[in-house]
């Protein structure tokens, strides 16, 4: 059974800093794209950063680039997000995603999510 779980979020003042992480398991990792969405009260998940298999290539959504870098660990079979420059619009719940092709920013295609994690971000 394929198992994500996020952690790391917590509340945050603007202009902080956090570090996602995602651990995977049932899966072969290596072999597994994998994103980060979000997700404000209200609001449709968003599509933020995404990872190709070996961690070669990344994207980032326009509203995170050159805030936030997703980063790879395939021994440790993790997914990170480290966001910089945090502000209050950054607020959500952040789901860590796979599925195993790279490429693509609508949830609807990707197999695999985690329960996120709640990042808050205060003005």
């Known amino acids: 059974q394929v198992q994500l779980v996020e952690s790391g979020g917590r509340l945050v003042q603007a202009g902080g800093s956090l570090r996602l992480s995602c651990v995977a398991s049932g899966l072969t990792f290596s072999k597994t794209a994998m994103a980060w969405f979000r997700q404000a009260p209200g609001k449709e998940r968003e599509y933020v950063a995404a990872?190709?298999?070996?961690?070669?290539?990344?994207d980032y959504a326009d509203f995170v680039k050159g805030r936030f870098t997703i980063s790879r660990d395939n021994a440790k079979n993790t997914v990170d997000l480290q966001m910089n420059s945090l502000k209050p619009e950054d607020t959500g719940l952040y789901y860590c995603?796979?599925?195993?092709?790279?490429?693509?920013?609508?949830?609807?295609?990707?197999?695999?999510w985690g329960q996120g994690t709640q990042v808050t971000v205060s003005s």
């Open positions: 995603a796979g599925k195993m092709y790279y490429g693509g920013t609508m949830a609807s295609s990707y197999n695999y």
């Open positions: 990872i190709s298999w070996s961690g070669g290539s990344s």
